[in-house]
């Protein structure tokens, strides 16, 4: 039998943790002859939440699921571990500007960080899932020196799923048939879902669904997708989001479906514009080691250029209000 690998998920007792932990337990995410170790992360006042999902984990009896640990100290819920969804941070409420969602949740990733460079394993994996995801990725990042950097990545597969339904709710495709969708830069409003190198099966999206589409409706509703549910639901997507986590680690770790990238947000190389320093959502590949690269030479337009310069200035701005965080 292979042996178990440690995986940590941090508020692992909120609602995307709910939905999270069970896939990653069923074998979702390293596949069906992984087993897993869940270290289970949360604050205080949630130990009791989590200890009923323990036990419903438990009542699963899933074989895959090796062991469990329940904790609100990160120096216990990082020991040892090689991959972790850090998912704890508070969600959005209304009222709420971006800033004060920065302000709340920036610290818990300096803590986070430490943690992960004094007691992870070597080989050590972290998705920021928390938001605002890229600048708390870049805040672990920092507080983590002896971590490499590209280590350290941001979810934007919702946004890049979320385009992908969109397309082919317009044509008819199966999501299966569309490729080479691309989420550029922030996951917030200014992020720049991109179709001009997507395919609908041979066909360009682009030419799918024409210009007009694309920009008027497409644009906007995949950037404001998150504010929609919260209207709708009462609550940020969760399901969704905790599906999109397991799709980005997955390929990370198991790799990208040949022919095929995906947007993950990682350390910027300043590739296509966007500004070194932060953590940006570019095209990737994924080999099914560990590793991902940056896809490299497509030709973007200059509406394109301009989206990223925009979102690229956003994350310089946030990273320039978490300064004090930074090490
Ligand atoms: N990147 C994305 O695409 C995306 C999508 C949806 C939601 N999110 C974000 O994910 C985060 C979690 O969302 P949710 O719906 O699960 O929220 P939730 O409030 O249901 O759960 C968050 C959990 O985190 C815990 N927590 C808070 N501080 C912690 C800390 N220091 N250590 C460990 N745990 C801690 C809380 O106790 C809570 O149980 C939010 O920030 C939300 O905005 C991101």
Redesign the pocket.
């Known amino acids: 039998m292979t042996n178990p690998i440690k995986v940590t998920v941090?508020?692992a007792?909120?609602?995307?943790?709910y939905s999270l932990l069970f896939r990653i337990a069923a074998g979702e995410v390293f596949g069906p002859k992984q087993p897993v170790i869940l270290q289970m992360?949360?604050?205080p006042p949630?130990m009791s939440v989590l200890e009923g999902t323990a036990m419903e984990l438990q009542d699963c009896a899933f074989p895959l699921l090796h062991d469990m640990v329940l904790t609100d100290d990160p120096m216990v819920g990082f020991d040892g571990t090689s991959w972790a969804f850090l998912?704890?941070?508070?969600?959005?409420k209304a009222g709420m500007d971006r800033a004060d969602l920065i302000g709340r949740?920036g610290p818990?990733f300096v803590g986070q960080g430490k943690a992960i460079n004094a007691r992870a394993a070597d080989d050590f994996h972290a998705l920021i899932?928390?938001?605002p995801?890229n600048t708390n990725a870049l805040i672990a990042m920092s507080n983590a020196p002896d971590v490499p950097n590209e280590r350290f990545n941001a979810?934007t597969r919702?946004d890049h799923n979320r385009s992908l339904s969109q397309l082919a709710a317009k044509t008819g495709a199966n999501v299966a048939d569309i490729k080479q969708m691309i989420i550029w830069g922030n996951?917030s409003n200014t992020m720049v879902p991109d179709i001009y190198h997507a395919k609908i099966g041979r066909k360009k999206a682009i030419n799918a669904v024409g210009k007009r589409w694309y920009k008027s409706y497409f644009k906007p509703t995949v950037a404001t997708r998150?504010g929609a549910i919260i209207k709708a639901r009462g609550a940020?997507?969760?399901a969704s989001?905790a599906n999109?986590a397991i799709c980005h680690v997955r390929d990370w770790y198991g790799g990208t479906r040949k022919g095929d990238w995906v947007s993950m947000a990682v350390p910027s190389d300043g590739s296509y514009g966007a500004p070194e320093g932060v953590i940006f959502s570019f095209p990737c590949v994924c080999p099914g080691d560990g590793t991902y690269q940056i896809v490299q030479g497509l030709d973007v337009n200059e509406e394109i250029q301009e989206g990223i310069r925009k979102t690229g200035e956003e994350l310089l701005n946030e990273k320039a209000v978490v300064a004090d965080l930074l090490s």
């Open positions: 941090t508020g007792a909120g609602h995307i943790g992360l949360e604050i949630a998912v704890g941070a508070f969600p959005r949740n818990i899932v928390g938001n995801a979810m919702l996951h998150g940020s997507s969760a989001a999109a």
